[in-house]
């Protein structure tokens, strides 16, 4: 079965903090996507990661994926409150064009 | 562009009543797709069309569950007869040509369905 966990799956953490959240995966890809979701709201594209050691970064936040070890890692700098949301993480299967295997989701709180 | 644009953004029915909601796609995207997000299962994709047809509805949960893409701007899901364990938010979206190449793809603000 071809699985995506995210974990943690919920933090709270002060703002100016570091954190990761990490997204592992049992399938052969190398192809990833990060999304962010607000409370209420639509799925925002964040990140695509094309290749193995691909890094990605906007802003605060960069995104890197390994893909020998079925990892990507989703790293918070310096943490502000606008950056509480959601996020998941997405896994394009090789073998598909169009079905994205999804994490459960980092619901992510960052108090002032 | 306008972005994926889905209605209603909200509705209340009540258990039996048939529930349409509508899509439209990114104007040149010709992936498009429905998911369906809820708390216990999280997002699941229900059905796959490209370039108006289905191709993949093994996500439609039961014969309840029935969508259309009549053209490359317009799609409808339907539910009929309506439960509420079908109560979730249902998202539309689309993409160009699937994700092949890292194609993103990009949801609409989605329809948020509660059967009473």
């Known amino acids: 079965e071809l699985k995506v966990e995210q974990n943690p799956l919920f933090l709270s953490m002060q703002e100016g903090k570091n954190y990761t959240i990490y997204c592992n995966y049992s399938?052969?890809?190398?192809?990833l996507y990060w999304y962010r979701q607000d409370p209420g709201k639509s799925l925002e594209s964040l990140f695509v990661l094309l290749s193995n050691g691909a890094v990605k970064q906007e802003g605060r936040l960069m995104a890197s994926l390994d893909t020998k070890a079925r990892l990507s890692t989703l790293h918070i700098t310096a943490a502000v409150h606008d950056l509480s949301a959601t996020y998941f993480c997405a896994v394009d299967p090789a073998d598909s064009n169009y079905q994205l295997i999804w994490g459960a989701g980092t619901k992510l709180i960052i108090k002032p | 562009d306008a972005g994926v644009i889905q209605s209603p953004r909200h509705e209340v029915t009540e258990m039996g009543q048939e529930v349409t909601l509508r899509c439209k796609p990114i104007s040149g995207h010709n992936s498009l797709f429905w998911y369906r997000q809820t708390m216990m299962r999280g997002l699941e994709l229900l059905i796959y069309f490209n370039n108006n047809v289905p191709i993949d509805d093994s996500g439609m949960p039961e014969d309840r569950f029935s969508a259309k893409m009549p053209n490359a701007s317009f799609s409808t899901l339907k539910i009929q007869p309506s439960e509420p364990r079908d109560s979730a938010v249902y998202f539309c979206?689309?993409?160009?040509?699937?994700?092949?190449?890292?194609?993103?793809?990009?949801f609409g603000e989605g329809s948020w369905l509660t059967v009473v």
């Open positions: 979206a689309s993409s160009l040509r699937g994700v092949r190449s890292g194609n993103t793809i990009y």
């Open positions: 399938t052969t890809s190398d192809r």
